[in-house]
């Protein structure tokens, strides 16, 4: 009999001639070994399943224009994209320290980043939210950093695995947090609100028009049948608002009313403003005289509290120039990768 051991790999089995279920595109997941297939993803216009796309990059290091020897900070690892640029530009002699919240694909990207030759004399990856970062600054001995940039968009890993709960498209749990093994998932959060504290979440994290009708109507469902799972909520958000279309969802888009309802459950269960505030009141501290800081954004919630910091450190005389207005990707990059189409980019720099 044939060495077990020795019997040919079978690929995954899926209904269909495609793949669709994101623990199906097992070429996708394994980039190294399918190069040539994830390429045609790419170019489709497509993210390849459990990797992210970096938007900007090119704005970006104009923006911050990192130099060899620089110590730079990427403050949302993610899937590294904009971390190995930063590398390739600071090196030799430079540093890079790179945080993440995600204990999940954190050592993914490290390992990475790892054996594509950056040793730990060139990057430093520590967990941590970007609120620690004057912490971790101080923790690993590195003064204030020559670069910093925060990419506060979720990576399209964690939008796409329905097991993070992310994503309303596929079922998954109702979950949304960045770190699984803290604070409590987005099910827990809705069980315990009322009507008007939904309302002002909804309000205030997603800009949700008449918030405390849609709110009624998704707690009111909740007590009937709790709400675990995301298409649960989505059917829900879906129901209400195709009743409802002049009041929750202007122009028939019933799906941007489902898109807001999860951004700002999302944003409550991992305290994100808070987060960013505590980020943006430390930032100064964090970088050096005459260092450059890039901020992608990607709702207004972000933008606005993003243009507010940087416009009063400016009349503080903290910074000696900000981002007059945003810059957005180019059409070309919004065609090629349309999760680019939301971003946002401020810059400032230090005096």
């Known amino acids: 009999m044939a060495d077990e051991s020795l019997k040919r790999i079978r690929r995954p089995r899926y209904h269909g001639t495609h793949p669709r279920a994101f623990h199906e595109k097992y070429k996708e ?3 190294e070994q399918y190069a040539a297939d994830v390429a045609k993803v790419v170019a489709s216009g497509k993210t390849p399943a459990g990797s992210h796309r970096p938007i900007m990059v090119a704005e970006i290091l104009d923006v911050l224009a990192p130099q060899p020897g620089d110590v730079a900070v990427d403050a949302t690892l993610g899937y590294g994209g904009h971390s190995r640029e930063l590398l390739q530009r600071i090196l030799p002699g430079g540093r890079l320290l790179a945080l993440d919240v995600d204990p999940i694909e954190l050592p993914k990207t490290e390992g990475r980043l790892r054996a594509e030759g950056f040793g730990t004399e060139a990057l430093v990856v520590r967990r941590s939210n970007y609120a620690g970062l004057l912490r971790v600054l101080a923790e690993e001995g590195l003064p204030p950093a020559d670069v910093i940039l925060a990419d506060l968009g979720l990576s399209s890993m964690q939008i796409d695995n329905p097991a993070r709960g992310f994503t309303f498209k ?18 827990a959060l809705l069980a315990s609100l009322d009507p008007p504290r939904l309302a002002r979440m909804l309000d205030e994290h997603a800009d949700q028009r008449s918030a405390l009708p849609l709110a009624q109507a998704i707690i ?3 007590a009937s049948s709790p709400i675990m799972t995301t298409t649960q909520l989505a059917g829900v958000v879906r129901g209400y608002a195709a009743a409802h279309l002049d009041e929750v969802a202007p122009g028939g888009d019933v799906e941007g009313a489902v898109r807001r309802v999860f951004q700002a459950l999302r944003i409550a269960v991992n305290e994100e403003f808070t987060a960013l505030e505590t980020f943006l009141r430390h930032l100064p501290d964090c970088v050096a005289s005459g260092g450059r800081i890039a901020i992608l954004t990607f709702h ?5 509290r993003v243009k507010q910091a940087f416009k009063a450190g400016l009349s503080a005389g903290i ?18 990768n349309p999760r680019s189409s939301s971003a946002k980019l401020r810059w400032a720099i230090r005096r």
């Not at 596929?170 to 099910?187: F, V």
């Not at 207004?300 to 606005?304: A, F, N």
């Open 29 to 31: 997941l394994n980039p």
């Open 170 to 187: 596929r079922e998954g749990p109702l979950d949304l947090r960045m770190n699984p093994d803290r604070g409590r998932p987005a099910s």
């Open 220 to 222: 009111a469902a909740g």
């Open 300 to 304: 207004s919630g972000e933008d606005r």
């Open 319 to 336: 910074y000696q120039r900000i981002a007059e207005n945003v810059e957005l990707a180019s059409p070309a990059e919004r065609q090629s």
